[in-house]
Every structure is written in structure tokens, then in C-alpha cells.
């Protein structure tokens, strides 16, 4: 069992070091989709960017996870990265949204990510009422028939911990 376990110690290490080595480093800007401003209020327009698709390339942009849609990415003027525009709808809910591009030679795809938050004059709108369910709620809030209830339930719990108490003394029901 020893001779098998170093062996295969020794490859399970190799491999998780060559996948680690493979890795992109966490926030490396290159190969990336770059949003900006990365964080907008509903209603806002957003500026994605990127160098992957060479100079003078072309991508096509996709914020259907916000509900904006396809947009187009093309190389500015005195730019190398293919930049592109598109607006966050109004009624986008706060949440962190992905953004992704697809460059149009290489077929290389990029992804971004965009948070949208409340505006600030804007309140969080929460549920107001009831759920029609039928479960509990059935007569209502009367006084008069809380009562009754109550006396009733205490009514039923002595009843029972007198027969347990008779019962277990011998004397039957």
C-alpha cells in the first residue's frame, strides 16, 4: 500500500500544480471585459472594453443578463481595444449581472461583471397584504372568538391530563 501511495501522492501533486500554473491570476486585466462604471443605477449607460480581439477588431456585446440586449464593440479611434455602449433598462433589479463579448475573427468569447444598485431616491419596493392561501387567519381577529379558543384548547388539555393521570394510577377510563 506504501509503494502505490508515493507514486500516486507524487501525480496528484504534479497535476494540481500544472492546473494552478495554468490559471489566470484573479483580476488579471488581460483576456478580461472591461465595465465601466462597474457599478450603475437603472437607467444608466455603461462603457464595455476590450483588448482581446486585437487591433481593429470587432466583437458583438451581450447584456441580455440585465435585459439591455446585443450591442456592437469596434476599435476607436486612437484606440486598439474594441470599445462598445449600451444602457441598463430602467426597471433592472439591483444584482450583480455577467456581460459577456464574442470577438468576431477569433470567435473568442470575454465576460465582465456589472452590479446595478438602487438609486438612491429610489426606495426598495416591498409586498403590501395578505396571501390568499387558506391556512389560518379564518375568523378573523375578534376578541370574543380568541377567547372562546383559547378556552376551549384549555378546556381540552386538562380534560386529557386528567385521563392520562386516571389511567396511570390504574383506574381506567
Known sequence: MRRTARPLTATVLAVAAAALA???AHGAP???LRVSPASVEPGEHVTVRTPVCGAGGTATGDASA???GAFGLAPGRHETAATGRFRVPPSAQPGTYEIT????GSG???TGDLVVTLAAGRAQVHPRG???TGVGGALGTDPVQTAAGVAALAVAAAGGTWLLHRRARGDGI
Open 101 to 104: 463579448a464574442t470577438c468576431a
Open 30 to 32: 488581460a483576456g478580461e
Open 130 to 132: 395578505s396571501v390568499k
Open 108 to 110: 473568442r468569447r470575454v
Open 66 to 68: 440585465v435585459g439591455a
Open 22 to 24: 495554468a490559471a489566470p
